[in-house]
C-alpha cells in the first residue's frame, strides 16, 4: 500500500472515470489530511485482521493517484512480477525502484517483465485495475477501454499463462467502464459483478458461464451497487481464515442476501475511505496484492 502526503483527485483522469468525482469544499490540505488518516486507519484495520501490510510513503506533488499502486505492478505465483504501462504521465510517474527491490528482498522473484515501454506507443495495460484475475483457473477478465489494450492483453496472457476474456461494459449512460476492478471481484469460492453492464447479451453470457465452471457463486450486481464501488473488493488471506476487504460505502448498498452470500466465503472487513473514493477508486484499487513466497528469515 501507499500512503499519500498530497493525495487529490487527479484532474488527469477526469475525462474517462466516471466514478470520479471532484473534491468537495475544502482546501487541498484538508483534503490530503483526511486521504492520510483513511489510509492509516485502513493498513491498521488490515493488520489487526491479521493480514501483512507494506507500507510505502508518496511524499511527492506530482503523483495524485499514488494511493492506487495496483496500477502499476502486480506480483504472480512462481516469483513472477509484472510492471505496467500507464495511460497518463501523472501515473507513469507512480513507478518506484524501492517497491520492486523489497519484493526482491522479502520474496522469491525470479524474474520482473516489464511492459512500461509500450507507453511509447500509446499501448496501454493499467495492471489489476485493467485486469481482474482468476488465479485458479487462469482467466483475466477485462472491460475494454483505452487502458486495457488487447495487444498488451495479449502479451501479457503470453507470458503469464492466462486466458484473457475481453469484453465491452458501459453504465445507464453508456459511459465505458475505465478499469475491470471496479466491476467485477473474484474470490475463492463466490463472484461477484455487475453482469448487465456488460453490453453484448451473448458475452454476457459466457462470462457468467465461465465463472460459473469453476463452482463460485455468483452475485449479480446492480449498475447502482457498483457507481457505490461495490464491485472493488478483494479477497485476502487473514488470520482467521479468508476476508472480504471492502468500502463502508460499498457494503451500505449491498442488499441482505448478498451479505449473506458473501459470508458463506468469507468474513467481511468494511473500510472507511470516502476521500480516496474521490478519485474515482477504492479498497481494491489501494491493494496490491503479493502472490510470492516469502524467503526463510536468516538469523542474526
Known amino acids: 500500500m501507499v500512503r499519500p502526503h498530497a493525495f487529490r483527485s487527479n484532474p488527469d483522469t477526469l475525462q474517462d472515470n466516471a466514478f470520479q468525482t471532484r473534491s468537495p469544499a475544502q482546501t487541498d490540505a484538508e483534503t490530503a489530511a483526511r486521504a492520510y488518516a483513511e489510509v492509516s486507519t485502513m493498513v491498521r484495520r488490515l493488520e489487526d485482521a491479521g493480514v501483512a501490510v507494506h507500507l510505502f510513503e508518496d511524499t511527492g506533488q506530482h ?19 509484472a510492471i505496467y504501462p500507464m495511460a497518463m504521465p501523472s501515473r507513469q510517474r507512480e513507478r518506484r525502484q524501492d517497491v520492486v527491490d523489497l519484493l526482491k528482498q522479502d520474496y522469491r522473484v525470479q524474474d520482473v517483465i516489464d511492459y512500461s515501454g509500450l507507453e511509447q506507443d500509446q499501448v496501454y495495460l493499467e495492471g489489476t485495475g485493467a485486469m481482474v484475475l482468476d488465479h485458479i483457473d487462469r482467466v483475466a477478465y477485462v472491460a475494454r477501454s483505452n487502458r486495457a489494450n488487447p495487444l498488451a492483453l495479449e502479451r501479457f496472457c503470453t507470458h503469464f499463462n492466462f486466458e484473457p476474456m ?3 461494459a458501459a453504465d445507464a449512460q453508456s459511459r465505458a467502464v475505465y478499469h475491470t476492478n471496479v466491476l467485477m471481484c473474484i474470490g475463492t469460492d463466490f463472484a461477484m459483478a455487475g453482469f448487465d453492464m456488460i453490453t453484448d447479451p451473448a458475452r454476457r453470457q459466457e462470462v457468467r458461464a465461465r465463472l460459473q465452471e469453476s463452482g463460485r457463486e455468483l452475485v449479480a450486481l ?12 478483494l479477497e485476502l488471506q487473514g488470520k482467521h481464515g479468508r476476508l472480504l476487504a471492502i468500502s463502508s460505502r460499498a457494503v451500505r448498498a449491498l442488499q441482505a442476501d448478498q451479505i449473506r452470500a458473501l459470508e458463506n466465503h468469507v468474513q467481511l472487513l468494511p473500510l472507511d475511505v470516502p476521500t480516496i473514493e474521490l478519485a474515482g477508486g ?19
Do not use: K, Y
Not at 63 to 81: E, I, K, L, Q
Open 222 to 233: 446492480s449498475g447502482a451497487q457498483i457507481a457505490e464501488f461495490a464491485g472493488n473488493a
Open 63 to 81: 503523483t495524485p493517484d499514488a494511493v492506487f499502486p495496483n496500477n502499476w505492478f502486480s506480483t504472480h505465483a512462481g516469483g513472477h512480477v
Open 282 to 300: 477504492s479498497v481494491r484499487c489501494m491493494l496490491a496484492g503479493i502472490h510470492l513466497r516469502s524467503r526463510p528469515l536468516v538469523p542474526a
Open 166 to 168: 475481453l469484453f465491452d
